[in-house]
């Protein structure tokens, strides 16, 4: 089983639906955790784009990265541009991946357009995720 941190700044959007989409496609093949440099609680856009898409993250919490310290990664991705700059170390035994995403959180305009843009990056995420288990878990 391999052991995966997804970092973004306030594991509010992205890095949560990040973890969601890699349990979903690693299944036990994989361990997810998700956290920030920041906390800024679980994002409701981000849980409604992620239910519309049949993946439930409503359980998930948002947390820093102190609380994931101690544990052995396999893999890091960050998500972000400033998790990747303010990204703290990790054993040279962890490979780090990165991939910025805009934040939809960032987004502005009518609630329609707002949506849009989280499911927007939602599905860029979606990608990246299941290239990601194909590459590194299958």
């Known amino acids: 089983m391999k052991r995966v941190l997804v970092l973004c ?8 639906m990040a973890e969601g989409w890699l349990r979903l496609f690693g299944g036990d093949k994989i361990e997810v955790h998700s ?22 993250i409503s359980s ?18 960050t998500v972000c541009d400033n998790a990747r700059e303010q990204c703290p170390y990790f054993p040279a035994k962890s490979v780090t991946l990165h991939h910025d995403f805009p934040d939809p959180a960032r ?16 599905d860029q995420i979606k990608h990246y995720c299941q290239a990601f288990v194909i590459q590194h878990l299958k």
């Not at 956290?35 to 609680?41: D, F, K, T, V």
């Not at 987004?107 to 939602?122: N, P």
């Open 60 to 77: 998930q919490t948002s947390k820093t990265v102190d609380a994931v310290q101690g544990i052995e990664f396999d893999f890091v991705i």
């Open 107 to 122: 987004a502005t305009g009518s609630d329609e357009e707002i949506m849009l843009a989280f499911r927007s990056v939602r």
């Open 35 to 56: 956290a920030g440099i920041e906390a800024h609680g679980l994002n409701p856009r981000a849980v409604t784009v992620m239910n519309e898409a049949g993946v439930d």
């Open 9 to 16: 700044t306030g594991n509010s959007c992205r890095s949560q």
